[in-house]
């Protein structure tokens, strides 16, 4: 398996990189998410619909702190938001799973972006900001590594501010401008052979 190891400058003050990705030729078996999803009404039954694990307003906050509601994936409509980041700004927000508007995390929108993350696998930096991925298996053609590091490269320069991202932006309020976590080395290894650094990002 081939991985690509992007490290960034990770700056004061800002997130840990993370996102989702379909890779144009995926590597490896995609892993399905584990979604809790804070709504009310007619938005909870949509979620539900949509495939949501475990779906319910402000009581399920215990069962989070508990550790009895488990999740890989945490979404919140803006309805709640202001009820749930109280409690669970400490608990979720180290984890990275604390629901944000910037993420696309905060929606009105639900049951949409559960049906975009199917055929998606997560991506996260660690705490220094270095990002680790399996990006090809060893018997991919060249023009099938080439575009997925591409493609990967491409999505984590938009999340990092390296590039701009002109449908998030739209989303955002006018005057939150994401700070550029900049990129410092790509490296593409293997189990097997050295690392090759990647100068062309």
């Known amino acids: 398996m081939y991985e690509l190891t992007v490290k960034t400058a990770m700056p004061r003050g800002s997130a840990i990189p993370k996102g989702r990705i379909s890779l144009p030729r995926e590597p490896k078996s995609k892993e399905r998410?584990?979604?809790?999803?804070?709504?009310?009404?007619?938005?909870?039954?949509?979620?539900?619909?949509?495939?949501?694990?475990?779906?319910?307003?402000?009581?399920?906050v215990d069962g989070v702190v508990s550790g009895r509601h488990q999740a890989s994936l945490i979404l919140c409509t803006p309805a709640l938001i202001r009820a749930i980041t109280p409690r669970l700004g400490r608990v979720l927000g180290p984890r990275g799973l604390m629901p944000s508007e910037r993420r696309g995390t905060v929606t009105?929108?639900?049951?949409?972006?559960?049906?975009?993350?199917?055929?998606?696998?997560?991506?996260?930096?660690?705490?220094?900001?270095?990002?680790?991925?399996?990006?090809?298996?060893m018997?991919?053609?060249?023009?099938?590594?080439?575009?997925?590091?591409?493609?990967?490269?491409?999505?984590?320069?938009?999340?990092?501010?390296?590039?701009?991202?002109?449908?998030?932006?739209?989303?955002?309020?006018?005057?939150?401008?994401?700070?550029?976590?900049?990129?410092t080395r790509v490296v593409l290894s293997s189990r097997q052979g050295p690392g090759i650094q990647v100068s062309d990002i």
Not at 108 to 137: C, F, H, Q, S
Request: charged share 35%; net charge positive.
């Open 108 to 137: 009105d929108d639900i049951a949409g972006y559960i049906r975009r993350l199917v055929g998606t696998n997560e991506w996260k930096g660690d705490k220094t900001g270095t990002i680790r991925a399996p990006i090809a298996k």
């Open 139 to 183: 018997d991919f053609p060249v023009e099938d590594v080439v575009k997925n590091v591409r493609h990967f490269l491409g999505v984590v320069k938009r999340a990092t501010g390296n590039q701009r991202d002109f449908a998030a932006e739209k989303m955002q309020k006018k005057g939150a401008a994401k700070p550029v976590n900049a990129i």
């Open 33 to 60: 998410d584990r979604i809790l999803v804070f709504a009310e009404g007619r938005q909870a039954e949509e979620a539900k619909k949509a495939g949501a694990d475990i779906v319910g307003g402000v009581e399920l």
